[in-house]
């Protein structure tokens, strides 16, 4: 029977189709097509298709400090799969905190095992542990340590903000820390911003924060429109020439030229008792909380239509007497459903889907999953590298030098069977 040869651009049409898992599975099928799968332009364009197509997208499921982090197959939103740890045989058992994800990578923060009243303490005063991981293709990379660079004062503990995100215009995945020192009644305010580049593997000082962060959720910002995002106040302003009065803003990190800009809420937003920022169909999103009179809690949900244009805040969700949402700290919605008519929304630790036309919600019930959550978010699956200096490892074997020889001999083995054929 005579073979049928394909193209080359045929071939990276099928193969952009598929799923991490096959595609890694594929590469054992000869050097070219290893060469191929492993290439950057491969990679952006399978991870471009999955985002374009809404495909090899889930959602990540964690409780602070647990040991297992689990992911949720958006289409089918039924069964939860455990993911494994990156590292080595010290992190077996020990938890992690999501810091942010972008483009299939995790960062994650390593929780030491103690009680958690000493745990809240520990969060603001850590030297932090830190690890990029890709869990599609269980490659993990530690980042190297970066201390505060200034003492705070002993009435004003630090505070500590992250946020990761995907510059395209260098090409590069960055991790920001803003670390505050402050004091509202006395009028202080002390901070250092720290820029983690994935290509050099080192972290560099950036211009001081020019705002008193006031974010909810005290760990991670929003990357939408290749900017870092962060709800904070005007109040404690310094040498900031836009700003003359107190008030809340949304400011914004560009990640390609590290410079600060702010994003002003809708004028209707009224007293509040929260608001929350998040990504939604790849726009800015925002949730205000209230409280109203004979009305537990009140909720509306906005999302900005076109990006850095205070009037195309859009509210698509106004609720008044909604019970799964009385008892929770916040609201935090993630996704729209394919066909645009549901909101996916993590609630309390638990999830439902709003209907936006019947105004009402249904529980998602997951299989597997022991705990209610407090880290969720979405992901996709990516081959996205760990490509920076420092060492790589995936779990089973940390230093992959005779797995690297084995895997090439086995593909040369493989290709000269496949051209015998």
């Known amino acids: 029977m005579a073979s049928v040869i394909l193209s080359p651009d045929l071939i990276c049409e099928i193969l952009r189709r598929l799923s991490v898992k096959d595609l890694l599975r594929f590469r054992c099928v000869s050097k070219s097509w290893c060469s191929l799968i492993d290439g950057s332009d491969f990679i952006k364009l399978h991870l471009s298709h999955s985002v374009e197509t809404s495909t090899n997208l889930s959602i990540f499921l964690n409780r602070c400090r647990e040991v297992n982090i689990y992911s949720v197959n958006i289409d089918s939103l039924k069964t939860a799969q455990r993911l494994e740890f990156p590292g080595d045989e010290s992190n077996k058992g020990r938890g992690f905190v999501v810091l942010g994800s972008c483009n299939g990578l995790f960062v994650l923060l390593k929780c030491p095992n103690i009680p958690l009243p000493l745990f809240k303490m520990w969060i603001f005063k850590r030297n932090d542990e830190l690890y990029l991981w890709n869990p599609s293709t269980r490659k993990s990379h530690m980042l190297p340590a970066n201390e505060i660079g200034f003492t705070p004062q002993v009435f004003s503990p630090p505070h500590v903000w992250y946020g990761f995100g995907y510059d395209p215009i260098s090409d590069d995945y960055k991790l920001v820390r803003i670390v505050q020192s402050f004091c509202l009644i006395v009028d202080f305010l002390e901070s250092e911003v720290m820029v983690y580049s994935l290509k050099t593997n080192y972290w560099r000082r950036r211009k001081d924060f020019p705002f008193y962060v006031k974010d909810a959720r005290l760990y991670s910002a929003v990357h939408v429109n290749n900017a870092l995002h962060w709800e904070v106040s005007t109040k404690l302003v310094r040498n900031y020439e836009n700003f003359d009065a107190d008030f809340d803003v949304i400011a914004a990190f560009d990640l ?123 992901t996709v699956e990516s081959l996205v590298p760990l490509n920076g200096n420092g060492a790589m490892f995936n779990n089973k074997n940390q230093h992959g030098g005779k797995t690297k020889r084995k895997n090439t001999e086995r593909d040369d083995i493989l290709s000269k069977r496949i051209h015998q054929v």
């Open 256 to 378: 390609g030229t590290e410079e600060y800009y702010a994003i002003e809420y809708p004028d209707c937003l009224g007293e509040r008792l929260t608001t929350i920022t998040n990504v939604m169909g790849g726009c800015l999103c925002l949730v205000a909380t209230y409280r109203e009179v004979g009305v537990d809690v009140a909720v509306d949900i906005w999302i900005m239509k076109e990006y850095g244009v205070k009037e195309s805040w859009t509210k698509i969700i106004s609720v008044k007497t909604f019970k799964c949402f009385q008892a929770a700290p916040y609201v935090l919605p993630l996704l729209f459903s394919k066909n645009g008519d549901k909101v996916l929304l993590h609630v309390g630790g638990m999830l439902f889907f709003y209907d936006l036309r019947s105004k009402k919600a249904d529980k998602v019930n997951i299989d597997d999953v022991p705990f209610l959550c407090h880290d969720v978010g979405t």
